[in-house]
């Protein structure tokens, strides 16, 4: 009994000082040479998070780690709290390469209608589209790349060079299997889909 008695009394005690330590805190004044720190912005921590992460999606869709770049993606978005055009066209692309091509498409449509979409967002669209026979609507997305990317992005020229050509052939030749359409990502390197053996 003399136990819980004290430790009552100790709690309170303790309960009692950190109540009169919260009243002076609008009193605390420092000297005028320190400098009083601010706290962690959590916000500009979970951007840089989400960009980290973001970065590593990139880069594990290079080594062909699909599954692995999902992951990625979707941690971004949650440190995010929302979904960009970067991350969506990154999803797409992740989808794409797991031949999952339904939610690749839903994933990447979503990516070019938002403002933010950069030209290599509407090229992997054309090339998703490519993929599933769509010739004259990846063309339409093609050429949306190659006039946004000034015609700079070499991948994005020649992906539209590639689907022109197949178009102008269709009526008299046979439609090449070898064509290779190029992914392209946001940074250095390039993605190329071939078909399979």
Same mark, same amino acid.
Request: charged share 30%; hydrophobic share 40%.
């Given at each position: 009994m003399k136990t819980a008695k004290r430790r009552a009394f100790a709690f309170a005690t303790f309960a009692i000082a950190g109540l009169a330590a919260c009243e002076n805190t609008s009193s605390l004044s420092l000297p005028e040479d320190q $400098?009083?720190?601010?706290? $962690?912005?959590?916000? /500009?921590?979970? +951007?840089?998070?989400?960009? @980290?992460?973001v970065e590593a999606g990139h880069r594990l869709i290079a080594a062909g780690e699909y599954e692995l770049a999902l992951r990625a993606f979707n941690r971004a978005a949650l440190s995010r709290g929302a979904l960009n055009a970067e991350i969506l066209s990154g999803l797409g692309t992740a989808n794409l390469g797991l031949g999952r091509l339904g939610q690749a498409e839903e994933l990447l449509r979503r990516a070019v209608r938002d403002d933010a979409a950069q030209p290599v967002d509407y090229n992997n669209l054309g090339v998703l589209l490519m993929e599933q026979g769509k010739t004259n609507e990846a063309l339409q997305y093609f050429r949306r790349a190659f006039a946004l990317s000034n015609g700079e992005n070499i991948a994005?020229?020649?992906?539209?060079? #590639? $689907? #022109?050509? +197949? !178009? @102008?052939?269709? /009526? !008299?030749? @046979?439609? @090449?299997k070898s064509s290779e359409y190029k992914l392209v990502r946001r940074g250095n390197s390039d993605f190329i889909i071939r078909p399979t053996p």
């Open positions: $400098v009083m720190a601010p706290g $962690v912005d959590l916000r /500009a921590a979970a +951007k840089q998070d989400s960009s @980290e992460a994005i020229r020649d992906n539209l060079r #590639l $689907v #022109l050509a +197949k !178009t @102008e052939n269709s /009526a !008299t030749l @046979e439609p @090449e």
